[in-house]
């Protein structure tokens, strides 16, 4: 829905949470999303412990294989964040799953690291146990090409005209703008949103007082996006 409603459009303006003091975004970082399926053989854990095939296991073999390539440093990560499986306490787990999610700084880097985690998927730990993995790379990232920089000079000539600074945060999140800038080919400009800290975190917060500013920020920059973009081409999607 997001591609066909987009696509062909101007410019683009994610209002994702701005940064403190005048931060918004023109580097992300691409994410996927990845669910992993795991069937084994149930039996009794204490009578019949051999002729079962435990799915949890299985997973738990794959979760610390997909661990070890998460790497901080080029701002590569792996996140199992979601398990489930098993039927009873004594009963060896017939079945488990689990959502898996990625990010990364490059779109090849992101095909690169699913396809990684695809082949982790295919080696087999405890016999008996079969194991399937979908999904992939979700939202391409967000990167400063010329059209992008041109809209961050829009945004920062309408900061002057309200008396607001703007300067460039890069973020090691992802969003939608990803999407629009290297998919769609339509220039994007992130955290265009109020500014705010402390995302997915019990202390998760935003500045009132930055509501107004940013709302005319985001107005001023798309008036005159309007004027200086053409249409981008419509992409088959």
């Given at each position: 829905?997001l591609g066909?409603?987009?696509n062909?459009a101007?410019?683009?303006?994610?209002?994702?949470?701005?940064?403190?003091?005048?931060?918004v975004?023109?580097?992300?970082?691409?994410?996927?999303?990845?669910?992993?399926e795991?069937?084994?053989?149930?039996?009794?854990?204490g009578?019949c412990?051999?002729d079962?095939?435990?799915a949890i296991?299985e997973l738990?073999h794959?979760?610390?294989a997909?661990d070890?390539?998460v790497?901080l440093?080029?701002d590569t990560?792996v996140?199992?964040?979601l398990?489930?499986?098993?039927?009873?306490a004594?009963?060896?787990?017939?079945?488990?799953s689990?959502r898996?999610?990625?990010?990364?700084k490059?779109?090849?880097?992101?095909?690169?690291?699913?396809?990684?985690?695809r082949a982790?998927?295919?080696?087999n730990?405890?016999p008996?146990t079969s194991?399937h993995i979908?999904g992939g790379?979700?939202?391409?990232?967000?990167v400063?090409?010329p059209g992008?920089?041109?809209?961050?000079?829009?945004?920062?000539?309408?900061?002057e005209?309200i008396?607001y600074?703007?300067h460039?945060a890069?973020?090691?999140?992802t969003a939608e703008?990803?999407?629009?800038?290297?998919v769609?080919?339509?220039?994007?400009?992130?955290?265009?949103?109020?500014?705010?800290?402390n995302?997915?975190?019990?202390d998760e917060y935003?500045?009132?007082?930055t509501?107004v500013?940013?709302?005319?920020?985001a107005?001023?920059?798309?008036?005159?996006?309007?004027?200086?973009?053409?249409?981008?081409a419509?992409v088959?999607?």
């Amino acid at each position: 829905i997001l591609g066909e409603q987009l696509n062909g459009a101007q410019a683009v303006i994610c209002t994702e949470p701005g940064y403190p003091g005048g931060g918004v975004t023109l580097e992300r970082k691409g994410s996927g999303h990845m669910f992993l399926e795991i069937m084994g053989i149930s039996a009794h854990a204490g009578r019949c412990y051999q002729d079962g095939a435990s799915a949890i296991l299985e997973l738990a073999h794959k979760i610390l294989a997909f661990d070890a390539y998460v790497d901080l440093d080029h701002d590569t990560t792996v996140n199992t964040g979601l398990v489930n499986g098993g039927t009873s306490a004594n009963s060896v787990a017939p079945n488990a799953s689990a959502r898996i999610h990625i990010t990364f700084k490059t779109l090849e880097a992101g095909r690169r690291l699913a396809e990684a985690l695809r082949a982790e998927t295919a080696k087999n730990h405890i016999p008996g146990t079969s194991s399937h993995i979908s999904g992939g790379v979700r939202l391409p990232p967000l990167v400063p090409t010329p059209g992008v920089m041109k809209l961050f000079s829009l945004a920062e000539q309408a900061g002057e005209l309200i008396g607001y600074s703007v300067h460039s945060a890069p973020s090691k999140g992802t969003a939608e703008s990803g999407y629009c800038s290297s998919v769609l080919g339509v220039p994007a400009i992130c955290s265009m949103g109020p500014e705010g800290s402390n995302l997915h975190s019990a202390d998760e917060y935003m500045i009132p007082s930055t509501f107004v500013p940013r709302c005319k920020l985001a107005a001023l920059t798309a008036i005159q996006a309007a004027r200086a973009f053409a249409p981008a081409a419509k992409v088959s999607l």
